[in-house]
């Protein structure tokens, strides 16, 4: 099962307050790339994520790959806005 953003908000809904969630896609943007990117509202909702996640494995992910979670270079809401609208320029550009 290839998750997708709602799966994921689905799963994760009780654990950690987030306000970004981006799952990316493939150029064609039928399947996911294994990877999403969060921001939490607090350092405390990601110690606790990171606490309830890193290393377990996702209920209808099919692989035996857990969870890998590390912190990102990007860190906050508008600076994880800015760096999506830039990813998605740069796609858009002929």
């Known amino acids: ?3 997708t953003q709602e799966m994921l908000l ?3 809904k009780s654990i950690g307050k987030f306000d970004f969630l981006y799952l990316p ?3 064609c943007g039928k ?3 294994s990877y999403a990117f969060i921001n939490f509202a607090s350092e405390a909702d990601a110690m606790a994520f990171q606490a309830a996640w890193h290393l377990k494995r996702l209920a209808q992910f099919t692989s035996r790959k857990p969870v890998s979670i590390s912190f990102a270079k990007v860190q906050g809401l508008q600076e994880n806005l800015t760096q999506l ?3 998605r320029s740069r796609c858009s550009d002929p």
């Open 10 to 12: 689905e799963e994760w």
């Open 25 to 27: 896609r493939t150029a």
């Open 1 to 3: 099962v290839k998750y």
């Open 85 to 87: 609208r830039k990813k």
């Open 31 to 33: 399947t996911s790339l």
